[in-house]
T-cell receptor
């Protein structure tokens, strides 16, 4: 079975540019979350989507946006890139239903973004 | 506010037992999770606790005290492959929300 897949795996961008990161959840998972992990730190929550609706937003500027598509895949967009946006961006999917509220998140391999 | 504390680094010997502590203060609580992350890889789920007490899964056990805002991960019979970062995370939402607040991670080095 395919796990959470993210693309691209690595990316180098210049300050001020825009980037789009993509995520495909595990089949049957309707919840997708995005996290930013700076080297040496734990992941920081950016967004969560469930059934194509935004369900949560972390403390990130409006330059960060996301959406979820009818097939439950998701995109994370970051505009006007700053050097500080360099990080590993992780996507996680969860099987969240009325019965299974307490479920773990399954993480993709991440996209390593470097802003120069 | 949201605050999760873990030791930054720990070292242990192969075959030994190690306990990684985690304390938390979060605005919401719907479960405490432990993840393992090898360098350059994605976090992988180890265990979670919703109620107070001990959960055992093979060589790994996790304990939770909600009144004390405290958890620990116990690793037994350490192996070299257990060298990794261990992330403590609190699930902060309910009703389809899945917001995990992560601690900084504890980097464990297992020595021969």
């Amino acid at each position: 079975d395919a796990g959470v897949t993210q693309s691209p795996t690595h990316l180098i961008k210049t300050r001020g540019q825009h980037v789009t990161l993509r995520c495909s959840p595990i089949s049957g998972h309707k919840s997708v979350s995005w996290y930013q992990q700076v080297l040496g730190q734990g992941p920081q929550f950016i967004f969560q989507y469930y059934e194509k609706e935004e369900r949560g937003r972390g403390n990130f500027p409006d330059r960060f946006s996301a959406r979820q598509f009818p097939n439950y895949s998701s995109e994370l967009n970051v505009n006007a890139l700053l050097l500080g946006d360099s990080a590993l961006y992780l996507c996680a999917s969860s099987l969240v239903t009325q019965v299974t509220l307490y479920t773990e998140a399954f993480f993709g391999q991440g996209t390593r973004l470097t802003v120069v | 506010g949201q605050n999760i504390d873990q030791p930054t680094e720990m070292t242990a010997t192969e075959g030994a037992i190690v306990q990684i502590n985690c304390t938390y203060q979060t605005s919401g609580f719907n479960g405490l999770f432990w993840y393992q992350q090898h360098a350059g890889e994605a976090p992988t789920f180890l265990s979670y606790n919703v109620l107070d007490g001990l959960e055992e899964k093979g060589r790994f056990s996790s304990f939770l005290s909600r009144s004390k805002g405290y958890s620990y991960l116990l690793l037994k019979e350490l192996q070299m492959k257990d060298s990794a970062s261990y992330l403590c995370a609190v699930r902060d939402r309910d009703n389809y929300g899945q917001n995990f607040v992560f601690g900084p991670g504890t980097r464990l080095s297992v020595l021969p």
